[in-house]
């Protein structure tokens, strides 16, 4: 793509003056990537998805279009389960444990509420658990607060069915999810903890700050090491992580930063980015920790992402 159409597709960072069709792409384009980032837990896959958006949104004859932001949702929407169904398959055969791919966010997506809880990385690993159909009437209508026939276009069902379907994936994803939502500095002081005990070696603090039924997911993606299957009590958990990151064999910095709208911990390892750690917080303890070293899924980790509803 060239000219005003590239323009849109890498976000509007050319000096063209947008045509109608580009200006209408680039208004809606953090909602756009969100609603495919949420589909698919993959910016790498969002962004392939945004392309082919922008591929027939440019095709398309503006005046047969009566709400165009409808219409790109829509185009979005089924690019984006044509991709999950394809991704699907992809992550079968995934060394390791998949883990969503984490983004570094600014302070604005941490603001909304709502937001920061859809693309959390708790959030997103339960919306792995429902069919593709399910996670994109979900998503459109619990985040984007869509109207069901709206949705019904996007995804190609009834009206009626889109209802079912919304109930039946509403009462999946409650059975899931935090039990509450946390704020911001509750995460904060959580992960001050963690970080401090780790840094310390302080086991005792470690167990003061893990549930007692505490999961650490590793991803390394067949790239770097990281724990091949889930592991399972704070015990195990606080023992694992008891030595810190000195095993990796270099200089380890922890530091704290705003990755998927919380707060999370970024792993330096002389000095280079090495590890992501997100982490799932319920009644003040930390009951999930996500910690992604797949360097393929560390590349949204140097800017901050725009996100939008």
């Given at each position: 793509?060239?000219?005003?159409?590239?323009t849109?597709?890498?976000?509007?960072?050319?000096?063209?003056?947008?045509?109608?069709?580009?200006?209408?792409?680039?208004?809606?384009?953090?909602?756009?990537?969100?609603?495919?980032?949420?589909?698919?837990?993959s910016?790498a896959d969002?962004?392939?998805?945004?392309?082919?958006?922008?591929?027939?949104?440019?095709?398309?004859e503006l005046?047969?279009?009566?709400?165009?932001?409808?219409?790109?949702?829509?185009?979005?929407?089924?690019?984006?389960l044509?991709?999950?169904?394809?991704?699907?398959?992809?992550?079968?055969?995934y060394?390791?444990?998949?883990l969503p791919?984490?983004?570094?966010?600014?302070?604005?997506?941490a603001?909304?509420?709502?937001?920061?809880?859809?693309?959390?990385?708790?959030?997103?690993l339960?919306?792995?658990?429902?069919?593709?159909?399910?996670?994109?009437?979900f998503?459109?209508?619990e985040?984007?607060?869509?109207?069901?026939?709206?949705?019904?276009?996007?995804v190609?069902?009834?009206?009626?069915?889109?209802?079912?379907?919304?109930?039946?994936?509403?009462?999946?994803?409650?059975?899931?999810?935090?039990?509450?939502?946390?704020?911001?500095?509750?995460?904060r002081?959580?992960?001050?903890?963690?970080?401090?005990a780790?840094?310390?070696g302080?086991?005792?603090?470690?167990?003061?700050?893990?549930?007692?039924?505490?999961?650490?997911?590793?991803?390394?993606?067949?790239?770097k090491?990281?724990?091949?299957?889930?592991?399972?009590?704070?015990d195990?958990?606080?023992?694992?992580?008891?030595?810190?990151?000195?095993?990796l064999?270099?200089?380890?910095?922890l530091?704290?930063?705003?990755?998927?709208?919380?707060?999370a911990?970024?792993?330096a390892?002389?000095?280079?980015?090495?590890?992501?750690?997100?982490?799932?917080?319920?009644?003040?303890?930390?009951?999930?920790?996500?910690?992604?070293?797949?360097?393929?899924?560390?590349?949204?980790?140097?800017?901050?992402?725009a996100?939008?509803?």
């Amino acid at each position: 793509m060239v000219g005003t159409s590239q323009t849109a597709a890498d976000g509007g960072r050319g000096a063209e003056l947008p045509d109608p069709a580009t200006e209408a792409f680039l208004t809606h384009r953090n909602l756009l990537f969100t609603v495919a980032y949420e589909m698919l837990g993959s910016a790498a896959d969002a962004e392939d998805v945004l392309q082919e958006t922008w591929l027939r949104w440019a095709g398309v004859e503006l005046g047969t279009v009566r709400d165009r932001r409808a219409y790109l949702v829509r185009i979005t929407t089924r690019q984006a389960l044509a991709r999950l169904r394809t991704v699907g398959r992809r992550r079968e055969s995934y060394v390791g444990t998949w883990l969503p791919e984490p983004l570094l966010t600014a302070p604005d997506v941490a603001e909304d509420v709502a937001l920061a809880e859809s693309v959390s990385m708790a959030m997103l690993l339960v919306l792995e658990t429902l069919a593709p159909t399910e996670r994109a009437v979900f998503v459109l209508r619990e985040v984007f607060d869509l109207g069901y026939d709206e949705i019904a276009e996007a995804v190609d069902k009834s009206p009626a069915a889109v209802r079912q379907i919304a109930h039946r994936a509403r009462e999946h994803v409650a059975a899931r999810r935090p039990r509450q939502v946390v704020s911001a500095t509750e995460t904060r002081y959580a992960l001050d903890a963690f970080r401090r005990a780790i840094e310390t070696g302080d086991l005792q603090g470690l167990f003061d700050i893990l549930a007692p039924d505490v999961v650490l997911l590793g991803d390394g993606g067949g790239v770097k090491q990281a724990v091949q299957r889930p592991i399972v009590g704070a015990d195990k958990v606080a023992r694992l992580l008891a030595g810190g990151w000195g095993r990796l064999g270099g200089i380890v910095s922890l530091r704290p930063s705003q990755v998927n709208g919380h707060p999370a911990l970024i792993v330096a390892l002389d000095g280079e980015l090495d590890t992501v750690v997100a982490v799932r917080l319920d009644e003040g303890r930390i009951t999930g920790l996500y910690a992604v070293r797949n360097p393929e899924k560390l590349t949204h980790m140097r800017e901050a992402t725009a996100l939008g509803r």
